[in-house]
């Protein structure tokens, strides 16, 4: 399992896990709850190169990142890790 801190965002924390380069068990801490859910059940079991090439770079209203970009990074993060 690993866990990512945010930055920017509403959310504060998201875990997930990466088995054989694909995202599983997905979840945040705050931000919008409801799009947040449905984030998750879209990325379970998606390969995790594809997620980060698909939310990398979305900003939310001003801001310059997103949960989906913060979730982009981690994954990186954790890729980058092994």
Do not use: W
């Not at 390969?47 to 900003?59: F, M, R, V, Y």
């Amino acid at each position: 399992m690993y866990s990512y801190k945010t930055s920017g965002t509403c959310s504060q924390m998201i875990h997930f896990d990466i088995r054989d380069g694909k995202v599983y068990n997905v979840s945040f801490d705050g931000g919008c709850n409801g799009n947040l859910k449905g984030i998750s059940k879209l990325v379970e079991g998606q390969d995790a190169q594809h997620i980060i090439d698909l939310l990398k770079g979305n900003t939310c209203g001003f801001k310059p990142t997103s949960c989906p970009d913060q979730l982009a990074r981690a994954l990186e993060a954790a890729l980058a890790k092994g």
